[in-house]
């Protein structure tokens, strides 16, 4: 197996009952990437996180963490691993700063790690209070710091946004990027609100129905589909024209016709085409498709 | 190791502000009050020519029959609620360490709570039994039986760890607290059908009832309960924890 990659998996499926959670997945991703994990509800992106963390056998298929078998080596790999599922783990009788010296005392690190772990997520002032009367939000943040307390080289999160408020989201966006790039730690997120992921993941995976559809660099997406609008004078008689020269027009109205191009080069031509046939071409856009877009396209396929 | 006392050290420190722990103070100290009560207002009539080694032999019978059964399946049932209500399970098996030592770390920290119990239990009966002697001045040269009371309360200690083993797998293996508390109430239920017809081996092999058959001075199979209870305690751990770390819990 390559180590190249941070996580890897070959085929994992796991199904519960007749329901196929995940089906035959083929992640890659990079260290010290931040990768986004996308899907709707009931994609499967919990089900593999779970797979990840080895809360969850698989019923076939490979797990690989920095190129070794997680069945084999659980234990070592884990002790890389910081990780948030679904809601945090607290314990609600306990202190925001009791809970985190739980983990510290299982990892068997300084007690420093704690208070860093709170001031790095601006919990200083409430550590001495009671889970139990904590906001939604600060439990997503205390949930934070417990997978952050051992500084990780890997982080698993699932929907880490949940929960916080703008200004706390953008807080986290900006600590997702601080530790990718500074601490060159590998973060795997996973999300249904797409415009979390879209700012501040460089790569992507797509998951519905417990397949994954796309995977790869975001901007690689991006530019792979987008396409291209024309705003002209004659619609009709360019959407003929490039029909009859090969192109597939995609929406054609009174004054604009969008037609699927794949690269910058397959614009100038388009033009050209046009030009030739005597058509006034007043405006050409490459409309970038948000990711939102794209998702349901991906989606509803 | 050195990994399982870290474990252990976590798992000691969720005990803090748990009603768990409160009980194991609280469950004693309400039996001693009890039998406190009765000898203070009828001791005239019901204390006879030893009072005070009859008050120990009350409140011991009250907490062997009933109330430590019931203290260790509330236990087991109110750790392994910590784990199930807060959702935690995902968080405390991704740690690296092996499961099996999380699971044997949870039947060390009960246990400790059942040893802290009986300890609560031996300090009230002694308290008690001193205002007691303050309170009616012909029971002042009364003895207090301490070397029965000790023996009493340790070999109900052993005795209890068979029922605590089979009550602590049942909780931790279902979300719900009712199958703990459930299979508690109905084999309570038949110790009590079952033994005072005179059924003293049944006893001393019924998990239940093993703490008041290895208090029991009168008992011939003292040994037996206290033995057996401790032994099959550990076997039936060791097989729940080989069980448990193989579980998938979601
Ligand atoms: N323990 C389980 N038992 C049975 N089915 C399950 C279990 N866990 C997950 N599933 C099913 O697996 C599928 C994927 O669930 P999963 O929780 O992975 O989705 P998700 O992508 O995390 O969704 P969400 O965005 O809502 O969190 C769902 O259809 C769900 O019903
Ligand atoms: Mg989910």
Known sequence: ?301 | MRSFYRVLAAEVLKLKRTLALRLSVFSPLIVVILVFGMYAVRGQQIGGADPLTGFAQLVLTVWTIIMFPLFAALVAALIAAIEHQNETWKHLLAFPVDRSNVFVAKWLTGSGLLLLSSFFLCTGVCLAAEILRLMRPDWRTASLPIPMIFRGTILSCCAVGLLFSIQMWISLRWRSFLPGIFVAVIALVLMFIAIPRGAALFGSLFPWSLPAMAMSPHNVHRPLAAGWGLLGGVLVAVLACWNLSRREFS
């Open chain 1, 1 to 301: 197996m390559d180590d190249e990659f941070a996580i890897e998996t070959r085929d994992l499926t796991r199904t519960f009952g007749t329901c196929k959670a995940v089906d035959g997945i083929n992640l890659c991703v990079p260290h010290g990437a931040i990768y986004g994990f996308v899907g709707p509800n009931g994609a499967g992106k919990t089900t593999t996180i779970r797979l990840l963390l080895g809360l969850l056998r698989p019923d076939s298929g490979g797990i690989f963490l920095s190129g070794q078998p997680l069945n084999q080596n659980r234990r070592e790999l884990m002790r890389g691993i910081g990780a948030l599922v679904e809601t945090p783990s607290l314990y609600p009788h306990l202190t925001g700063q009791e809970n985190l010296d739980l983990t510290r005392r299982v990892l068997g690190l300084p007690r420093s790690r704690v208070t860093d772990a709170l001031a790095f997520t601006g919990l200083t002032a409430d550590a001495d209070r009671l889970v139990r009367v904590y906001s939604l939000g600060m439990r997503q943040r205390l949930g934070l710091a417990q997978a952050w307390l051992g500084k990780p080289a890997l982080m698993l999160l699932d929907e880490p946004a949940n929960g916080l408020d703008p200004g706390g989201i953008r807080e986290l966006r900006s600590q997702l990027r601080q530790l990718a790039h500074d601490q060159n730690a590998t973060i795997f997120l996973s999300s249904h609100v797409l415009s979390e992921i879209d700012q501040v993941a460089d790569w992507i995976g797509i998951i519905n129905h417990g397949r994954l559809f796309f995977q790869g660099r975001i901007q690689d997406l991006q530019r792979e589909q987008g396409p291209l609008r024309l705003v002209v004078d004659k619609s009709l008689d360019a959407a003929a024209a490039l029909t009859a020269n090969g192109w597939q027009v995609l929406q054609q109205s009174d004054d604009f016709i969008s037609v699927q191009v794949a690269s910058d080069a397959d614009v100038g031509k388009v033009n050209r085409c046009l030009q030739e046939q005597e058509i006034q071409v007043y405006r050409l856009e490459r409309k970038e498709e948000t990711l939102e877009d794209l998702f349901l396209r991906h989606m509803t396929n």
